[in-house]
C-alpha cells in the first residue's frame, strides 16, 4: 500500500525559509513521479515542483530559483525547500506520486496523479 506523509509545514514571516517532508512507502515501481501540488483556498490544485525517479526535476516558472525539490532513496523521503518565502506562498502543500511513467508539469495537473498525501499547511505573514 503506497502510503505519503508529509510534514515540515508552519506559519512563517515573509522572506522566510521552510523545509516540506514526504516520507513515502510501498512503491513498486522503479520508474515514477513525484510531485509538490499547493492549493490555496477557493483556487485549484496547482503542480510546483516535480522530480522523477532518476532525479531529474522540473519547476513552475513561479517558484524557480526559489523552490528546491529533492529526493533521498535510502530515507525514502522527497523535500521541497522554500525560500524567500511570499505571502502569495500561504497554502495547502501536497505531496503526489504516479508510478510507471515520467510525467511533467507543463502537460499534467493534479488529476494525473493517484497517489496523495494529507497536506500540511503553510503560512506566510508579512
Known amino acids: 500500500q503506497v502510503q505519503l506523509v508529509e510534514s515540515g509545514g508552519g506559519s512563517v514571516e515573509s522572506g522566510g525559509s521552510l523545509t516540506l517532508s514526504c516520507a513515502f512507502s510501498g512503491f513498486m515501481y522503479n520508474t515514477y513521479s513525484m510531485a509538490w501540488f499547493r492549493q490555496a483556498p477557493g483556487k485549484e490544485r496547482q503542480g510546483v515542483a516535480l522530480?522523477?525517479?532518476?532525479?531529474?526535476?522540473e519547476y513552475v516558472d513561479s517558484v524557480k530559483g526559489r523552490f528546491t525539490i529533492s529526493k533521498d532513496n535510502g530515507k525514502a523521503t522527497v523535500s521541497l525547500q522554500i525560500n524567500s518565502l511570499k505571502p502569495e506562498d500561504t497554502a495547502t502543500y501536497y505531496c503526489?506520486?504516479?508510478?510507471?511513467?515520467?510525467?511533467?508539469?507543463?502537460?499534467?495537473?493534479?488529476?494525473?496523479?493517484?497517489?496523495w498525501g494529507q497536506g500540511t499547511q503553510v503560512v506566510v505573514f508579512a
Open positions: 503526489a506520486a504516479e508510478f510507471g511513467r515520467y510525467l511533467s508539469l507543463q502537460s499534467v495537473d493534479y488529476r494525473d496523479f493517484h497517489h
Open positions: 522530480i522523477h525517479s532518476d532525479d531529474w526535476t
